[in-house]
């Protein structure tokens, strides 16, 4: 009913809503954590690019990064007006879930948001974000950096507001050779450990690199 009534980052950005669907599974299946209703690309719009869900297609960032000029129409955000709805959620759903369950919290992985903001859409191969890192890898690296700042942040306030342990998704980290997986992907999740693990419970889940 709520998909049907509300766009899908209607959902995300209302903290009632984000809430209730937070917590159905716990009503209805009885599954043993929460997981917070968001989506990974939340940062990438706070950051200032426009992020579209399109029905059946999927994510669509119509003006997506390729030059060092676009990059100026991105920023570190302060996290707090840009995406308070979270930590708003956040608090509503502990409140409700009153320590039933615990909650777990989310972010994307530097590398993975990357790929949806210089390709602009999901991909089977995010062949443009890999040929954006080789040929411009200043620029990539100043992205990245970007993207790490803002996502720390995020998952701070997401353990502030009160989840229970936050988690990293790098879904794309197996696309790369162990080599460019170590300076793309990997050199930037010690960071987050740093900031993070030594405070809060924090988890890290990258897909298929196989040489890790």
């Known amino acids: 009913v709520l998909r049907k009534k509300y766009s899908f980052f ?8 984000a809430c209730e ?3 159905q599974p716990v009503d209805i299946v009885g599954v043993e954590a929460a997981i917070l209703f968001s989506d990974i690309l939340v940062v990438p719009q706070a950051m200032g690019l426009e992020v579209q869900m399109i029905e059946s297609k ?3 960032l119509p003006d997506p990064i390729k030059t060092a000029n676009d990059l100026t129409r991105i920023r570190v955000p302060d996290g707090d007006e ?3 709805y979270v930590a708003d959620a956040i608090k509503l759903i502990k409140q409700e879930l009153n320590e039933r ?5 989310f972010a994307g992985a530097p590398w993975t948001l990357l790929c949806y903001m ?3 859409k999901g991909s089977k191969t995010f062949d443009e974000a890999k040929a954006f890192c080789y040929t411009q890898p ?3 690296h100043q992205l990245l950096q970007m993207i790490t700042d803002t996502t720390i942040a995020y998952l701070k306030a997401q353990a502030k507001a009160g989840a229970d342990i936050v988690q990293v998704f ?3 980290g197996g696309y790369f050779s162990p080599a460019d997986f170590e300076i793309l992907s990997l050199q930037y999740i010690p960071k987050f450990v740093a900031d993070i693990k030594n405070s809060h419970p924090f988890t890290i889940f990258s897909k298929e690199p196989w040489h890790r």
């Open 118 to 120: 210089v390709q602009g």
């Open 10 to 17: 209607e959902r995300c950005q209302t903290p009632a809503l």
């Open 21 to 23: 669907i937070t917590i």
């Open 170 to 172: 790098d879904s794309w």
């Open 138 to 140: 200043e620029l990539a």
């Open 101 to 105: 369950v615990p909650l777990i919290g």
């Open 82 to 84: 840009t995406l308070g």
């Open 58 to 60: 999927g994510p669509f």
